[in-house]
C-alpha cells in the first residue's frame, strides 16, 4: 500500500534524528547571526550536543558544565555563581530567534529545555497534532480516553449544553467571566511530558541480560513531546473545558510547545500544567509566585518572592520519581498585555497536583472557601492562588488553599 503525506510526515517524526544530521546543524546554527558574535553560547550548545551524542549524560549537570566549559572550579557553588543558567538562557533565546527566520523551519530542531542543559533534536513534522499511544500503568491516558473523560465532565456538570444562559451565576461564573465574555474560542494549551523512546537494542552483558552500565547517545532518543498527555492533565483539561463548553465557550487544543505567539494574541487562553508548560513558566515570571527548580538536587517548587525563605513550597525526586505524597499546586488567572486577554494557569508539581486544580476551578464550594476573604471587585483582579494537596493511592485529595494574592 502506498504511503500517505501523512503517514510519511509521523514515520519521520518517529525517527531518530542521525547524528550526523545533528552535528551538521549544530555548525549550521553556530555560524548563524545569533550565534556568530557570542563565544560564550557557542561553547555551552557546542558541548552539549557533544556530549549528548556521546552519551555521557553525567557530564551534563549545572557544576560539571560549570567547571568544563567556563573554568570554575569543580566545587563552586551554583547558587552563587548563575554563569551556566545564565548562559543557557541566553542559548534558548538564540535558538528561538534562529528557527524564527526564514528557512529554518524544515531544518532538524535543536532545543535546550527550560531547566535543562540535556539537548532535545527532533524533525519538525508539517502540522502537529495531538497523539498518544497506551501505555502501562495510569500515568498517561490516550486520546480516545480524553475524549471520553471530556464528555464526563459535561454531562457530570447537570447543565444543559443546549442553553448555557439558562445556568444561574455562580461563583464559577465570576471567576471565568473574562475567557467566558472575550470573543471568540478559547485555546487551550496542554503541558507536555519530556520523555524519549529508545529506538534500538540495549547493549547486553555476555550472558545476554541488558548491561546496567550501558549508555544511550541522545541522538537514539525519540521525544515524546507530542505523544502522551499525564492522566492529572487529561483531567484537569475535562473539567475546565466542559465546564466552559456549559457556558458556551468553544474550545482549541493545542501542545504547550506547538503554540506559537501568534496564536495567542488576541484570544483567552488555559495552560494545563507548570513545569510540563513553557507558556506557563513565562506568564507567572516575575509575579508574586513563581516556579523554582534545583534538578541537581532533585526538587521543585512555588516561591513567594515577598517571602526572605529562598523557596517555600517544594516537591522531592525520590527514587527516580516525585513524591507522591503531598503535591503544592498554583492557579493564575491574569491579564497578560502581551496577548491582550486574560489567561488562566493551573497546574500542580506534579500531575496529581493539577488533576486537584480541576477540581478547584469547577468546584464552586471549593473556590467559594478559597474567596472568603476576597476583596469585593475580586472578579475584576488577577489572581494567584497557591493550593496543597494531599495524596492517597495516587488519588489527590481536596485542595487546601495556602496562600492567595490580587492586585
Known amino acids: 500500500m502506498r504511503e500517505t503525506l501523512a503517514e510519511k510526515s509521523r514515520r519521520i517524526a518517529l525517527d531518530p534524528v542521525p547524528e550526523e544530521q545533528i552535528r551538521a546543524q549544530l555548525e549550521r546554527v553556530l555560524a548563524s547571526p545569533p550565534f556568530r558574535n557570542s563565544r560564550r553560547c557557542q ?6 550536543v557533544e556530549k549528548a551524542c ?4 553525567d557530564e551534563l549537570k549545572e557544576r560539571v558544565v560549570g567547571s ?9 557553588d551554583t547558587n552563587q555563581d548563575a554563569v551556566v543558567r545564565n548562559a543557557a538562557a541566553e542559548v534558548r533565546k538564540k535558538l528561538a530567534q534562529y528557527y524564527l527566520e526564514p528557512g529554518h523551519a524544515s531544518e532538524p530542531r535543536i532545543d535546550l529545555p527550560p531547566g535543562s542543559y540535556l539537548p532535545e533534536f527532533h524533525i519538525l513534522t508539517p502540522e502537529p497534532k495531538i497523539e498518544t499511544v497506551q501505555e502501562p500503568g495510569i500515568a498517561r491516558w490516550p486520546l480516545a480516553a480524553l475524549c471520553i473523560l471530556v464528555g464526563a465532565g459535561l454531562f457530570g456538570a447537570g447543565i444543559y449544553v443546549g442553553h448555557p444562559k439558562a445556568a444561574p451565576v455562580t461563583v464559577l461564573d ?23 523512546s529508545f529506538v534500538g537494542h540495549l547493549p547486553a552483558t555476555p550472558t545476554g541480560a541488558v548491561d546496567p552500565k550501558a549508555t544511550v547517545p541522545v541522538s537514539k532518543l525519540v521525544p515524546n513531546l507530542e505523544r502522551f498527555v499525564w492522566m492529572g492533565d487529561a483531567v484537569a483539561l475535562s473539567k475546565v473545558s466542559g465546564f466552559l463548553n456549559t457556558r458556551g465557550k468553544e474550545a482549541r487544543y493545542r501542545w504547550a510547545t506547538s503554540t506559537p505567539y501568534s496564536e495567542l494574541r488576541g484570544k483567552s487562553a488555559v495552560m494545563i500544567g507548570l513545569f510540563n508548560n513553557d507558556w506557563t513558566i513565562r506568564l507567572t515570571e516575575g509575579l508574586r509566585f513563581s516556579l523554582v527548580r534545583d534538578e541537581g538536587e532533585g526538587w521543585r ?32 488567572r491574569v491579564f497578560d498585555p502581551n496577548t491582550e486577554q486574560f ?3 493551573a497546574g500542580g508539581i506534579t500531575h496529581l497536583g493539577t488533576m486537584m486544580t480541576g477540581d478547584f476551578l469547577t468546584n464552586p464550594a471549593y473556590l467559594s472557601e478559597a474567596l472568603r476573604g476576597a476583596p469585593p471587585d475580586w472578579a475584576r483582579r488577577n489572581v494567584q492562588i497557591v493550593l496543597e494537596t494531599h495524596v492517597v493511592g ?14
Open 43 to 48: 561553547l555551552l550548545l557546542r558541548y552539549a
Open 54 to 57: 556521546e552519551g555521557h549524560l
Open 68 to 76: 568544563a566549559v567556563f573554568g570554575r572550579e569543580a566545587s563552586y
Open 174 to 196: 465570576r471567576f471565568w467571566q473574562p475567557l467566558i465574555e472575550a470573543k471568540g474560542e478559547v485555546q487551550f494549551c496542554i503541558g507536555q511530558t519530556k520523555t524519549h
Open 301 to 332: 517548587g512555588v516561591k513567594d518572592h515577598t517571602s526572605a525563605a529562598p523557596f517555600s513550597w517544594r516537591v522531592f525526586r525520590k527514587g527516580g520519581a516525585w513524591s507522591d505524597e503531598t503535591d503544592y499546586a498554583m492557579v493564575t
Open 343 to 345: 489567561v488562566v494557569a
Open 394 to 407: 495516587g488519588t489527590p485529595g481536596p485542595p487546601k488553599v495556602l496562600a492567595i494574592h490580587f492586585w
